[in-house]
C-alpha cells in the first residue's frame, strides 16, 4: 500500500502539499554586495518548512553553475544572477506573482 500525507490525506503520489505552498510564498531576489566588492544574488522568502531548501538551492547552483549556499532559509548564489533565478524559480512551479526582484 502507498503512503498516505499527513497533511492533505492524498497518497504521496498524488499529494499537492507542496504544490499550495509554493503559492503562499512571497519570495524577494536581490543582488548584495559582500567583502572585496563581490556580487551575490539573494533569495528570501521560501519557507524552508514546506519546502525542501535544499534541494532548491542544489537546482540553482546546477542551473547557474556557480557556487552557493543555504543559511537561515536563506539562498545565496555567487555572482549577478537576479533575472535568470527569477526565470528558473517560474520554471521550478513558483507563480510569477510571487517573485519580486529588487
Known sequence: MSEICTTCGLPKEL???????KENQKIIVALEK???GKKYTVVR???E???NLKE???KLKSEFACGGTMKD?????QGD???KVKKFLI???FPEETINKE
Open 15 to 21: 499529494c499537492v502539499c507542496e504544490i499550495i505552498a
Open 34 to 36: 559582500k567583502k572585496f
Open 45 to 47: 522568502g521560501i519557507d
Open 49 to 51: 518548512k514546506e519546502i
Open 56 to 58: 532548491v538551492t542544489k
Open 73 to 77: 532559509g536563506v539562498i545565496e548564489l
Open 81 to 83: 544572477h537576479t533575472t
Open 91 to 93: 520554471e521550478l512551479g
